[in-house]
């Protein structure tokens, strides 16, 4: 499968941004989906994971409540709509396709990546 992520920019404190992410290749709306983040010098971190289904979500202590994660299994597609962003979610996210369905707890359980988006928050 392959993966491009898009839709990532400059954007004030507070204000809102959707990444996307499309699916192309061999996909399977089987398998869960989730965004990871790279901010400058640090290593990547978890941000949300979606299962296969769309019906169950995780998302990191540190977005929960601002962003929301979704997806379009018709479209091949998932998205993350940011809101209230702050300074600190400057990075580049990248989606990965999960393994499985669920249970997708760490970056060895996504089998591939896209290109990533960069987002820049300005304070």
């Known amino acids: 499968v392959q993966l491009q992520a898009s839709g990532g920019g400059l954007v004030q404190t507070g204000g809102s941004l959707r990444l996307s992410c499309a699916a192309s290749?061999?996909?399977?709306?089987?398998?869960?989906m989730g965004w990871y983040r790279q901010a400058p010098g640090k290593e990547r971190e978890f941000v949300a994971v979606?299962?296969?289904?769309?019906?169950?979500?995780n998302y990191a202590d540190s977005v929960s409540g601002r962003f929301v994660i979704s997806r379009d299994n018709a479209k091949n597609m998932v998205y993350l709509q940011m809101s209230d962003v702050k300074p600190e979610d400057t990075a580049v996210y990248y989606c990965?396709?999960?393994?499985?369905?669920?249970?997708?707890?760490?970056?060895?359980?996504?089998?591939?990546w896209g290109q990533g988006t960069l987002v820049t928050v300005s304070s």
């Open positions: 990965g396709q999960g393994r499985r369905a669920w249970y997708l707890s760490k970056e060895s359980d996504f089998s591939s």
């Open positions: 290749g061999r996909t399977f709306s089987g398998n869960g």
């Open positions: 979606i299962s296969g289904t769309g019906s169950l979500k």
